[in-house]
């Protein structure tokens, strides 16, 4: 999923530091998603009743951000958390039982709508490259505050990771006006899924590691 950069304001030069997302900050950081993603057309899809979707994606982000560190996932955010990422690190192997019950309560926010993100994962989920990686599970920033470099902030401190450790990173996008953001920091397309009956399309991206040597594009 991704929110990053394509509406909003001003750009502005200077970047906010960035950090990984504190207890506390939860909730103002599930808000400010919920704005970046609300009429993102992957999640219009797995929520479609306008009335209760802010209030299930509220639901939904306050999960992922919760669960991120207890499934040794990285959740990097700026002050005030107008921009948030969420990764997960590479695996050595299938996700264990633990792992698996904990995407239960997931379903549950879902409700009718968990069969139809089930055919989507099952769609998607044969294309996800099995070489270990750095997956990006999601992208967000707050629309008032986009294009001010506060997405490539908080993407910066796991792509220094991959290329630090020689390890390639992944991500699904769902607008297409979001590839070239990605193309600016190494991430190609290396396949598309198109949702069946829908007008979704998801570009799958791939970036192999950058040598030390070599300037993060910012």
């Not at 950090?19 to 400010?32: D, G, I, T, W």
């Not at 769609?123 to 270990?132: D, F, I, M, S, T």
């Amino acid at each position: 999923m991704d929110a990053s950069a394509n509406r909003g304001a001003t750009t502005m030069p200077a970047v906010q530091p960035v950090h990984l997302v504190r207890p506390e900050e939860v909730p103002a950081a599930a808000s400010s998603l919920v704005r970046a993603f609300y009429d993102d057309p992957l999640l219009e899809y797995m929520f479609p009743e306008a009335r209760t979707r802010r209030r299930a994606l509220h639901r939904f982000f306050t999960l992922q951000l919760r669960q991120t560190p207890k499934e040794r996932g990285l959740a990097y955010t700026t002050e005030g958390c107008h921009s948030t990422a969420l990764w997960v690190p590479p695996r050595t192997g299938p996700p264990g039982a633990r792992e698996m019950i904990a995407q239960v309560p997931k379903l549950y926010i879902l409700g009718r709508r968990a069969g139809a993100a089930l055919r989507l994962v099952q769609l998607v989920e044969p294309r996800h490259p099995r070489k270990p990686h750095y997956y990006l599970g999601g992208l967000g920033t707050d629309p008032s505050w986009q294009h001010r470099g506060l997405g490539s902030a908080v993407l910066a401190p796991v792509l220094e990771r991959c290329d630090r450790e020689g390890k390639p990173a992944y991500l699904e996008v769902s607008v297409e006006a979001n590839i070239a953001f990605y193309n600016r920091h190494g991430f190609e397309v290396i396949d598309e899924v198109s949702v069946p009956e829908t007008s979704i399309r998801l570009w799958l991206m791939w970036r192999d590691p950058r040598p030390s040597s070599e300037p993060e594009d910012t």
